[in-house]
C-alpha cells in the first residue's frame, strides 16, 4: 500500500511539474493569434474576416471562444512586460510560480485607453515600468502574507494605482440603482392611478381631435356606414352616456 502512495505521490507531482511547465502556453497562443490577426493571415485560408475566423476557425476547431481569443492576444501584449517571477522566490508548496492569464490580464487596466474606442485599453502603450511597479507590490504582498497569487490580489493593487475605490463605486452604484427603481416606481404609480385633471384634458383633447375628424366624412357616406354598423354605434352613444352621467353626478 505504501508503494501505491507513492507511485500516486510521484504522479500528482509529475502531473503538476507539466501543468506548470505549459501554464503560460496561452502567451505563445495569443502571439500566435495576434500575428494572424495583423498579417491578414486569415485570408489565407479564405475568410474574409478576423471576426468570421475567430468564430468558425478558432472557435470551432480550437475550442476557443472570441472573448478568450481576444484576452489571449491581449495578454500576449501584457506578460513580456512582467518581471521573471521565478526569481522572487515566491514558492507555492514548494514550486516555483507562474502568473496566470486572468492575473496577467488585471495588469492591462494599467494601459492607456485608444483613442477611437474610449472603452478600449491600447495593451501596445502599456509601459512596462508601470506594470513591474505594481508587480513588485504583489509579489511583495503575497510573500509577506503567505497567500496565493491570484487575480483578486493583482485587482487590488492596480485598483490601488489607478485610484479605483471599489467601495465607493458599489455605493454610487447602489445609489443610482435605488434612484432609477423609486423613478420606475413613480412612473408605474402614474401609469396605475393617473392625475385625474391631467387624464380628463387629454380625452378631451382626443375626443375634439376624433369630433373633427369624424366630421369630414360625407353624410351619406357616414349614413350608409351607420346602417351596417348599429351595434357599434350603440355601445359609442352607450358610452358616451355613461361617461356623462358620471361626470353629472353630484
Given amino acids: 500500500m505504501a508503494e501505491v502512495a507513492v507511485s500516486r505521490k510521484q504522479r500528482l507531482q509529475a502531473l503538476e511539474k507539466q501543468i506548470r511547465e505549459n501554464y503560460e502556453a496561452f502567451v505563445k497562443t495569443g502571439f500566435a493569434l495576434m500575428e494572424i490577426r495583423d498579417e491578414k493571415l486569415h485570408l489565407e485560408a479564405g ?55 486572468e492575473a496577467v490580464y488585471e495588469f492591462g ?10 472603452g478600449r485599453y491600447d495593451f501596445g502603450r502599456l509601459r512596462k515600468h508601470d506594470v513591474e511597479q505594481v508587480a513588485k507590490k504583489v509579489i511583495d504582498h503575497c510573500k509577506e502574507e503567505g497567500v496565493k497569487l491570484t487575480a483578486p490580489v493583482v ?23 435605488r434612484e432609477q427603481e423609486a423613478e420606475a416606481e413613480a412612473r408605474r404609480e402614474e401609469e396605475e392611478h393617473p392625475d385625474l385633471e391631467q387624464y380628463l384634458n387629454e380625452l378631451i ?4 381631435r376624433d369630433a373633427e375628424h369624424l366630421k369630414e366624412v360625407e353624410e351619406d357616406v357616414w349614413k350608409q356606414w351607420r346602417a351596417g354598423h348599429l351595434g357599434l354605434v350603440m355601445r359609442l352613444t352607450a358610452a358616451c352616456k355613461a361617461l356623462t352621467d358620471l361626470l353629472g353626478r353630484e
Fill in 109 to 118: 487596466r494599467l494601459a492607456p485607453k485608444e483613442e477611437r474606442h474610449k
Fill in 47 to 101: 475568410f474574409d474576416s478576423w471576426d468570421r475566423y475567430l468564430k468558425e476557425r478558432v472557435g470551432n476547431e480550437f475550442g476557443i471562444e472570441m472573448r478568450q481569443a481576444q484576452k489571449f492576444i491581449a495578454c500576449a501584449q501584457i506578460r513580456p512586460k512582467l518581471p521573471d517571477i521565478s526569481r522572487s522566490q515566491l514558492r507555492e508548496n514548494g514550486e516555483a510560480v507562474e502568473w496566470g492569464i
Fill in 205 to 208: 383633447r382626443k375626443l375634439d
Fill in 155 to 177: 485587482r487590488r493593487f492596480v485598483d490601488e494605482e489607478l485610484g479605483v475605490n471599489r467601495v465607493a463605486q458599489a455605493r454610487e452604484s447602489n445609489r443610482r440603482r
